[in-house]
């Protein structure tokens, strides 16, 4: 093995040294070792919920509801003494909450490839440790090569293969095409995942379980007496627990991810992480085969 001592090596060790350093601190000053957790637990909990049909049934929640909606409204209108207050208050909100609804689930449906992109990258709590661990590990050879002057391959190999291995990494797991959808589902999600909008839906599905109530209590008895018929809602009636039993963990779930949103959110966008690895991995290996003077 080439060795070499003296001044001739500390620069290349201090250059080293300072990528090494940069590396370890960077999740550090970005809090990851606090924030990639809550992100991990923000992918978790929406897993369940974030699949194409469960999707889809949200959507076709709604469309039942406002079908029993259109078809109660004017029969209500034409026997005011079926209606209640309870209902009155629903059918007056309903076409907001319709509207503000089927918006969220349209783009939250929009934005499910991004989720899964994010969702297949490696677990989220790894990702401070794919910085800590080789910034560490170079910054420990880097400072005892730099302090004794000696310069070789027991440093510059370790060293080209760390930045060899984080310039592949993003390659290896498609960083490079899901990042940048996922820095566009976290753009999507930032006026959905507010303390504001999520009090709002839970008011809207308050509103909604009222409204259903006063329909089965209420309405569907006196139409069922008068020979009414009513398909839609007698179909919403026979599916109501089924929609509470869906919704529920949905609402739910956005009220936990609030805060695990934000926490992500304060991380740097999506679309840098993949830079985040190669450029200093493509520094490292080149200071690693910068010449060195042999030891005469």
Not at 238 to 264: F, H, K, R
Request: charged residues 15%; glycine residues 10%; hydrophobic residues 50%.
């Amino acid at each position: 093995m080439v060795t070499t001592r003296g001044g001739s090596a500390r620069p290349v060790a201090v250059a080293l040294a300072l990528v090494g350093l940069g590396l370890a601190l960077a999740p550090v000053v970005f809090g990851m070792f606090h924030r990639a957790p809550l992100g991990a637990e923000m992918i978790q909990d929406f897993a369940p919920l974030m699949t194409k049909e469960r999707l889809a049934g949200f959507q076709g929640h709604l469309a039942g509801i406002d079908a029993s909606v259109q078809e109660l409204d004017p029969l209500v209108e034409e026997q005011p003494d079926i209606g209640s207050p309870s209902y009155a208050t629903f059918s007056k909100d309903w076409p907001e909450i319709h509207t503000t609804m089927t918006s969220l689930m349209d783009q939250v449906a929009a934005n499910r490839e991004g989720y899964d992109a994010v969702a297949s990258l490696p677990d989220f709590r790894l990702f401070p440790w794919f910085f800590a661990v080789p910034g560490v590990i170079i910054f420990l050879l880097a400072g005892y090569a730099a302090v004794t002057g000696r310069d070789g391959w027991w440093l510059r190999g370790p060293a080209a293969a760390i930045g060899v291995a984080l310039v592949v990494l993003p390659f290896a797991v498609g960083m490079f095409h899901k990042a940048p959808q996922g820095a566009q589902m976290m753009g999507a999600f930032e006026t959905i995942e507010t303390t504001e909008n999520v009090a709002r839906i839970q008011g809207y599905f308050a509103t909604m379980a009222s409204g259903q109530g006063a329909i089965r209590l209420d309405i569907a008895p006196e139409l069922v007496r008068a020979g009414v018929p009513h398909p839609a809602t007698e179909r919403l009636d026979a599916e109501w627990i089924g929609i509470l039993n869906d919704m529920t963990p949905m609402i739910g779930a956005m009220s936990d991810s609030v805060d695990n949103y934000q926490a992500v959110a304060s991380l740097p966008s999506f679309r840098l992480f993949p830079w985040f690895f190669v450029a200093p991995g493509a520094v490292l290996v080149l200071i690693s085969f910068i010449p060195r003077k042999a030891r005469p």
